[in-house]
């Protein structure tokens, strides 16, 4: 069965300093993951996917098949990273279009 | 651009009453989705579509229905609210004619208070 656990449900950080979001899955096929991000008063949207393999506002995140993780990673924080991401799972072959999103971590990053 | 709209923003109603919540997209998309909102506990899928009459049941669908009737509206049915469906609904909407299946679009949400 697909499962995305995301460990973390707050995560702090001071602005400059590294940030990593962890992002674990279970998935028996070929999974593909997806970070979305929701800022404050804002709408959930799409904030990067593992096969563009792109950095987006200066966040990465590479799939580690080994061991099943697809975490968050961006050198520098800043104030506007602030906001709640989530880590979503796709599976080929599972029902169309169906997303298996984790708990969510909220990040605030501190001035 | 994508746009995904949901009938109201705030809504309140009371226990035992029937709410619809509906949703409309405007990029002909085929797949159509309802979340429920909570912290803690993410993002959790009610129903989706990915047809017109076609509904499938997602990890949370006791105390809802839906219908879609036109490619671009999918509606949430509360048939009888109750307080523990207090909650932050979220539509989405995703194209299964490209590859990308993974990329879906959201509307801004309904805040639903049952009391």
């Known amino acids: 069965a697909q499962r995305v656990t995301q460990p973390e449900k707050l995560l702090s950080v001071f602005k400059g300093a590294p940030v990593e979001l962890k992002c674990n899955y279970s998935?028996?096929?070929?999974?593909?993951l997806f970070w979305y991000v929701q800022y404050s008063r804002q709408r959930l949207q799409l904030l990067l996917r593992?096969?563009s393999r792109e950095s987006i506002k200066g966040f990465t995140a590479d799939l580690n098949k080994g061991e099943t993780s697809f975490h968050l990673k961006k050198p520098f924080a800043q104030e506007e990273d602030s906001a709640m991401y989530y880590c979503?799972?796709?599976?080929?072959?599972?029902?169309?279009?169906?997303?298996?999103f984790g708990r969510g971590t909220q990040l605030t990053v501190w001035p | 651009d994508v746009k995904v709209t949901q009938s109201s923003r705030y809504l309140v109603k009371r226990t035992g009453e029937k709410v619809f919540l509906e949703c409309v997209q405007d990029?002909?998309?085929?797949?159509m989705f309802w979340y429920r909102q909570d912290p803690g506990l993410g993002l959790r899928l009610i129903y989706f579509?990915?047809?017109?009459?076609?509904?499938e049941k997602g990890d949370i669908p006791e105390g809802y229905s839906v219908s879609r009737e036109k490619k671009e509206r999918f509606s949430l049915i509360l048939e009888s609210a109750s307080t523990n469906q207090t909650s932050m609904y979220l539509c989405?909407?995703?194209?299964?004619?490209?590859?990308?299946?993974?990329?879906?679009?959201f509307g801004p949400g309904t805040r639903l208070t049952v009391l």
């Open positions: 989405a909407s995703s194209d299964q004619s490209r590859g990308d299946l993974g990329e879906q679009f």
């Open positions: 998935y028996s096929g070929s999974p593909e």
């Open positions: 593992h096969i």
């Open positions: 979503a799972l796709y599976g080929r072959g599972s029902t169309l279009g169906r997303l298996y």
């Open positions: 990029m002909d998309h085929e797949n």
């Open positions: 579509s990915y047809d017109v009459k076609m509904k």
